[in-house]
């Protein structure tokens, strides 16, 4: 059995926190003009700098996956499993928004908007897998120098999707392999990484310098659109935005050369981080229930953004976690965790 990399495992783990991050973070930032000025800034920055986890989870997908050659029935295994969790947790959440949050939600939709905003990760990754045995083929045969210049070009490509974004508009034809996401990118670019890690000539010191600076300028327009326009802007805060993807490619980086790319647990750290691992996709799924009841019952400025957002990260990450535990202890709450 091939050795576990504890440095992917470290990202995965600390990447499930900040998605958590996230979603209670934007709550507060949203509410821009209802909270204190002090209140926005705090939030934003946690906003901010939590954006690096959703395409780490892409990235480490890519690293795992890309590059392999695995027998098609493993792909048709792992395409029924994500397509049985966006069934099983689509209808929770219908259920969930239909009877307890009030909220209508057309079912004639379900091909093309989520039953619950979070589950657009689900939408993305079943293509990324209906095609990633054609895509393993081709990155297990391309040469360094050819999987540079498509580094380049895919590079150009999402670049350009980005910038015709900001201006509404898009490309006629979708570059193929790279569509008007950026998420096959992420993936492509996880390989890469994960492959090249110990030839990239960028010190870890350089690597947190240049993700620091994307943060920071994903912050600054952010903060500077913002008052503007009198409402939270997002559009820095997309995960098409080139300083959310460098900053995230660089944190990928340094997180995979971390002591010397050997990251080793000892026994009590190793299975803390194999058992949040193993629950980090249901809670990925199950926590919004939680936030949901939150905003239920709270608006943003009932309570304090100062205490609000890191006692909800911490709640909300520990009752997830507890549920999907209880819920793995199930064939079937495997099956859909």
Known sequence: MKEKNYNLELIRMISFILVIAIHVSNY?????????????????????????????????SGALLLGRDE???????????FLTVLIVWSAVYYLWNTYYMGTSYDLKEIL???????????????????????????????????????LVVTTAAVLLNYALWLFGDELYYDVPLVGDRIYAYYVFVGYYVYKYRRHIRLSQRSAVIICLAGLAAAFGTTWGVTEILGRHYEGALTYACPFIALASI????????LKSGHFTPGKRAGRIIDLFCGCSFGIYLIHILFLDNYKKY???????????VPALIAVIALVSFACVWMMRRTKIGRKIT
């Open 250 to 257: 660089m944190f990928f980086l340094f997180m995979l050369r």
């Open 28 to 60: 507060f930032c949203r509410a821009y003009g209802e909270i204190t000025q002090g209140e926005y800034v705090y939030s934003l920055a946690i906003d901010t700098a939590a954006r690096l986890s959703v395409p780490c989870f892409f990235m480490i």
């Open 298 to 308: 709270m608006e943003p400025y009932d309570l304090s953004a100062w205490i609000a």
């Open 71 to 81: 027998p098609i029935s493993k792909h048709i295994r792992r395409l029924t499993r």
């Open 112 to 150: 093309f908007v989520p039953a619950e905003a979070h589950l657009w990760y689900l939408y993305a990754m079943i293509p990324i897998y209906l095609v990633l045995p054609f895509l393993q083929v081709m990155c297990r045969n391309m040469s360094v120098k050819l999987e540079k210049v498509f």
